[in-house]
C-alpha cells in the first residue's frame, strides 16, 4: 500500500537508490511516497524496522542506511561532533585496512572440463594411463602411431593460471625417447627429456593468459607404438 506523509522541518541522513544515489540532508517541508519495497540481500530477503521502510521523494528512491548496511554485514557509526557517519570498519584517523588474503582459487581437472581440440601425429587413446606401476584414472593417452612427430593443442581461452599434473611414457607404449615442448601462444614455457622406464615428471607450467597451450612430441624412433601420458592434470 503507497502512504503519503509531509514532513515538517525533515532532518536525516539517507542513502537514495535507483535513480541518482543522492543524499538529502533538510527541508523545512516535504511530501513523499511510502512504498512497500522488498529488500533481498544475496537472495534472502529481509525486513526493515517498522516506520523505516523507505520512500520516493522528487522520482528518487530512498531507503534506511542502518539496515541496509547492517543487512551487509557492515557497522553503522555516527559522530554528531563531526557530523559523520562510519560504514564498516575505520575512521579517517585509522583507516580501515581490508583482509589482503588471496581469494581461493577453485581447481579443477583439466579432463572434466577440455580436451585437446586439435591433435597431428598424435591419437587420444582411451585406453588407461599407467605410469611407473601406477594406473591414473583422469588424463589423456597421446599415441604417436609410428609418427616422428606429434602435437596436441588446448584452448585455454586465457582464463586460467596455472596448470600442474604429471607426464610419462606410458608403461604399456614405452619404445622410444620422446623430447616434449610446451608452448603458449607460441612461447617456450618448458621442455622434458623422456625414456622408457622412467617415473612420470612433474608439471608446474604457468598460463597466465594464455590462449593456446601446445605440447609437441618429437620421438627418437618411429617403427614402434610410443605413448605419452597426461595424468592428473590440474587447473585453476
Do not use: C
Amino acid at each position: 500500500m503507497r502512504k503519503r506523509l509531509v514532513f515538517t522541518h525533515f532532518m536525516a541522513v539517507l542513502m537514495g537508490v535507483l535513480l541518482s544515489g543522492s543524499v538529502a540532508l533538510a527541508s523545512s517541508s516535504i511530501s513523499v511516497d511510502f512504498l512497500p519495497l522488498k529488500y533481498y540481500f544475496n537472495g534472502v530477503q529481509k525486513f526493515p524496522p517498522a516506520g523505516k521502510e523507505g520512500f520516493i521523494y522528487n522520482g528518487t528512491t530512498y531507503v534506511p542506511l542502518r539496515f541496509v548496511a547492517e543487512s551487509l554485514g557492515l557497522g553503522v557509526k555516527w559522530d554528531g561532533n563531526t557530523s559523520s557517519i562510519y560504514i564498516g570498519g575505520g575512521t579517517p584517523s585509522q583507516p580501515y585496512i581490508p583482509n589482503s588474503e588471496p581469494i581461493p582459487t577453485k581447481i579443477q581437472y583439466m579432463a572434466d572440463i577440455m580436451k585437446p581440440y586439435y591433435t597431428r601425429g598424435v591419437s587420444i587413446w582411451d585406453y588407461k594411463l599407467v605410469m611407473g606401476g601406477k594406473q591414473y584414472y583422469k588424463g589423456w593417452m597421446l599415441n604417436n602411431g609410428f609418427n616422428a612427430q606429434g602435437k596436441a593443442s588446448f584452448n585455454l581461452g586465457g582464463n586460467y593460471r596455472r596448470i600442474t599434473g604429471l607426464m610419462g611414457i606410458d608403461d604399456n607404449y614405452a619404445f622410444s625417447s620422446t623430447h616434449v615442448s610446451i608452448y603458449g601462444d607460441g612461447k617456450l614455457i618448458k621442455r622434458y627429456d623422456l625414456d622408457p622406464g622412467d617415473l612420470p615428471i612433474k608439471l608446474d607450467l604457468d598460463v597466465t593468459g594464455v590462449t593456446r597451450l601446445d605440447f609437441e612430441f618429437n620421438f627418437d624412433k618411429t617403427f614402434l607404438l610410443t605413448a605419452i601420458d597426461l595424468a592428473e592434470m590440474q587447473i585453476e
